[in-house]
């Protein structure tokens, strides 16, 4: 069964960091596209940044470029979205998708608020 587990979420002041993690289980993540997506209150989910499966090329949205940073631990089968220079413009539910499977995690809340 497949199964995205997010965590590393919380409350930071604008200009802090915070590390999301997405658990895999199920399915190795080096054999599929991950993605973090996000959804803030009244918007529609969108992509924030993704690595492929082969190449492990990343891309961005133009939004988030040079303050997140998505990787891959393949030993620990998780994706991380490290996320620095957090504004509050950030704030949102944050998911994790497998493109080819088609599955999502429940998600991680990041608020960034003085």
């Known amino acids: 069964q497949v199964q995205l587990v997010e965590s590393g979420g919380g409350l930071v002041q604008p200009g802090g960091s915070l590390r999301l993690s997405c658990a895999a289980s199920g399915f190795t993540v080096s054999s599929d596209t991950m993605s973090w997506y996000r959804q803030a209150p009244g918007k529609e989910r969108e992509l924030v940044a993704l690595i492929t499966r082969s190449l492990s090329s990343t891309n961005y949205a133009d939004s988030v470029k040079g303050r997140l940073t998505i990787s891959r631990d393949n030993a620990k089968n998780t994706v991380y979205l490290q996320m620095n220079s957090l504004k509050p413009e950030d704030t949102a539910v944050y998911y994790c998708?497998?493109?080819?499977?088609?599955?999502w995690g429940q998600g991680t809340q990041v608020t960034v608020s003085s």
């Open positions: 998708n497998a493109h080819q499977r088609g599955s």
